[in-house]
């Protein structure tokens, strides 16, 4: 009997990461959290969407591409995910702490990132400050579109910082977070 080797290229894998809104689009049953939200993440979906459907020159996909929400009810949830709605959402640090107590999204979502070649969070500043806090996503690994609060440590860890422009993400910031994932991919 003869065996083949097969070669397979695993394409490189990103994790986008952001956080509910108040715009609900499906109201009063059970979706995925993906279709769950409008308003800012829609931002962020469109970027799911971009680097998701992106191609090499040769035509072959750019990157695997992940995308999870952070939501007040659930805690960190994969987009695929199927949840249903609730009647707030979570607006403030004081908020931010008391899901993350309760849900632990930080540890999480930070356990989550260790498979991915590239982390994009797009979270509100204070959100942003309890992920650096826990000091527990690889050095390197982050593209953090967030406050320039948060420039030098970002740049202290080897994560890219991106200032915060638009809703979420910004048109720019879309155009520079594809332009380091094709690079990482090249």
């Known amino acids: 009997m003869t065996k083949i080797a097969v070669e397979t290229k695993l394409l490189n894998r990103v994790l986008i990461v952001t956080n509910d809104s108040t715009v609900f689009l499906v109201r009063n049953r059970i979706d995925s959290a993906f279709n769950m939200f409008g308003g800012r993440v829609t931002e962020v979906k469109n970027l799911v969407k971009r680097l998701d459907t992106a191609v090499k020159n040769d035509g072959s996909k750019l990157c695997d591409v992940s995308f999870g929400i952070i939501t007040t009810r659930y805690g960190f949830v994969p987009a695929n995910y199927q949840i249903e709605d609730y009647p707030r959402v979570m607006s403030n ?94």
């Not at 942003?128 to 527990?136: P, V």
């Not at 953090?144 to 202290?156: G, I, N, Q, W």
């Not at 910004?170 to 380091?180: F, K, L, S, V």
């Open 93 to 186: 640090k004081e908020e931010y702490e008391a899901v993350d107590a309760a849900n632990h999204f930080v540890e999480k979502t930070s356990f989550l990132t260790r498979p991915f070649d590239k982390v994009v969070i797009c979270v509100p500043k204070d959100m942003f400050a309890m992920f650096l806090r826990a000091d527990a996503i690889e050095h390197g690994k982050v593209i953090a579109v967030t406050s320039p609060d948060f420039r030098e440590e970002c740049e202290s860890r080897g994560w890219t910082w991106l200032e915060r422009k638009g809703a979420r993400v910004g048109d720019a910031n879309a155009d520079e977070i594809e332009r380091i994932v094709r690079e990482m991919c090249a």
